[in-house]
């Protein structure tokens, strides 16, 4: 059985990671062009208002991770009719909750923007379009929240790959119809954004009737059942209300102390993160299904191997999609962007940074959500987070730099991340010496020894594309050699040569 659900994994892994690649391009393209079209100043205005509609995501996001995780858990349990019932409460809450955070984006939201967010008086109007088309996009991803949820309990990600080719298709042609465009190009950006994830919403709608019999909606009301998905939401709310104000109310306090241009450096370094940390989304994506059914099926033996596996590989994969862009970052900044804000060079390196440290956690997050006891998972490292933004705007207030805000999170990304392990250790009887050892101390070790040869030459060679090359080059090298020698164990080494050995054989047959 495990045999089969690991061949699936990596199946589904192998599609999202062909999805991740042909999104990532064109998203690091789209970004140029659309940088250097709509200017330092409009981009930054976009990124603080459209992250600021993304503040009121803690509803939505709270209630999604229940449907995935009791969509999930009756998949687990092979209950098609109880599957069916979730989902189609999941839908009317879902409705719900699309109509609380319209209001309260159309009341409170809409005062905030226009009387607290620094925006240039001639922009504001335009600044205003895209607060309403960020909502209208925000309100149709909430709807159909519960669809994505079926495709990926059913682990159909090819799903995903295919339907990623038509999202970037789309955006692709916005950004050349960006440029021939005489409307103001915010507003028109901020049009076509809305279009764009309508449509992509609808397709996954379509797929999940005509694929999935069990996730056809008809209304059905029952209050037990509703209170249960509730219930577990409302603690998960508390988790994703500290993720959403340490990320977008950060964001908020930069463009009050600093403007939008810091908004456009901050959003940029995203972006690049979010390129590179896709990959290991991907394959965490493809591994929490496993994760989230074994535990409802009582096999806590191949659940902790997912649990191991995925922390360390995570890590792995984005250390080593990320070494060569920490060493070359303004390199590869100016070679990508053309125009680079201030402050971005630092942003990026740090975002990088944070996200490598909090790719260990994502199957521990996983393993938390899969036992259903979340409390005290979300009070404590809920808690720990809600802290970064009061002492970010301390700190800026005593005159530090933008930087420091990620100087925060990275600590405190240090300290949940180990609140995690202890809490989820209790959760589902994991080892933390185990995890420790196996996990940490190799990704620690790893790191060090791998960054030796590569930071050496980019000490020595003088900026440019050769040493880009040069350094990317020995960056992959060092890093996969390292990995390989100090990150694996025997039988994972044993594992890896006959992969190897059969993709040879079959691309010599060919």
């Excluded at 890093?479 to 054989?505: C, M, P, R, S």
């Amino acid at each position: 059985m495990s045999f089969e659900n690991n061949k699936r994994i990596a199946k589904n892994t192998l599609m999202l990671y062909m999805r991740m690649l042909l999104t990532m391009t064109v998203s690091l393209y789209t970004v140029r062009i659309v940088l250097n079209t709509l200017g330092v100043e409009n981009y930054g205005i976009y990124n603080v208002v459209g992250g600021f509609v993304t503040m009121l995501s803690f509803l939505n996001s709270s209630m999604a991770s229940s449907t995935y995780r009791f969509l999930s858990f009756e998949i687990g349990r092979k209950d098609l009719t109880q599957f069916t019932r979730v989902f189609s409460m999941s839908v009317n809450i879902h409705f719900i909750i699309a109509l609380i955070i319209f209001i309260l984006a159309e009341t409170v939201g809409l005062w905030f923007v226009n009387t607290q967010l620094i925006i240039p008086a001639e922009r504001l109007v335009a600044a205003n379009w895209v607060y309403q088309f960020s909502i209208l996009a925000f309100v149709v991803n909430i709807v159909s929240a519960p669809y994505n949820a079926v495709i990926i309990v059913h682990e159909r990600m090819n799903v995903f790959a295919w339907v990623s080719i038509v999202d970037v298709s789309l955006k692709l042609l916005m950004v050349f119809m960006l440029q021939l465009s005489g409307f103001d190009k915010l507003r028109f950006y901020a049009i076509m954004m809305f279009g764009v994830a309508l449509i992509i919403q609808i397709i996954y709608r379509i797929y999940c009737s005509r694929n999935f019999p069990e996730s056809k909606y008809s209304f059905f009301w029952h209050k037990p059942l509703f209170k249960t998905l509730t219930s577990y939401a409302s603690w998960n709310l508390w988790g994703h209300v500290a993720g959403v104000t340490y990320d977008q109310g950060v964001n908020v306090l930069l463009n009050i102390f600093f403007g939008p241009a810091v908004n456009a450096a901050r959003g940029i370094a995203y972006q690049a993160q979010g390129a590179i940390n896709g990959f290991t989304q991907n394959f965490q994506m493809a591994m929490n299904p496993q994760i989230i059914k074994s535990f409802a099926s009582n096999d806590l033996k191949y659940m902790h191997q997912l649990i191991f596996h995925g922390a360390k590989y995570s890590f792995f994969l984005l250390f080593a999609l990320s070494l060569p862009i920490l060493l070359e970052t303004e390199n590869i900044l100016k070679l990508w962007l053309k125009i680079v804000p201030e402050y971005t060079v630092i942003f990026t390196q740090l975002v990088i940074i944070n996200a490598l440290i909090n790719s260990i956690s994502g199957p521990l997050m996983t393993a938390a959500q899969a036992s259903g006891k979340i409390k005290l998972y979300q009070g404590m490292v809920g808690g720990l987070l809600l802290l970064i933004l009061p002492i970010s705007y301390l700190f800026l207030k005593l005159g530090f730099s933008p930087q420091v805000t990620l100087y925060i999170s990275i600590s405190f990304s240090i300290v949940a991340f180990f609140t995690r392990l202890i809490i989820v250790s209790n959760l589902v009887q994991i080892k933390v010496k185990d995890f420790l050892l196996n996990v940490l101390l190799k990704a620690i070790i790893v790191c060090f020894v791998a960054i030796i040869l590569p930071m050496s030459i980019c000490l020595i060679i003088e900026e440019s594309l050769y040493s880009l090359i040069i350094v990317g080059l020995t960056s992959i090298i060092s890093t996969i050699g390292t990995i390989y020698l100090i990150g694996l164990n025997k039988n994972e080494k044993d594992y890896f040569l006959q992969a190897v050995k059969k993709a040879g054989q079959r691309l010599f047959k060919k």
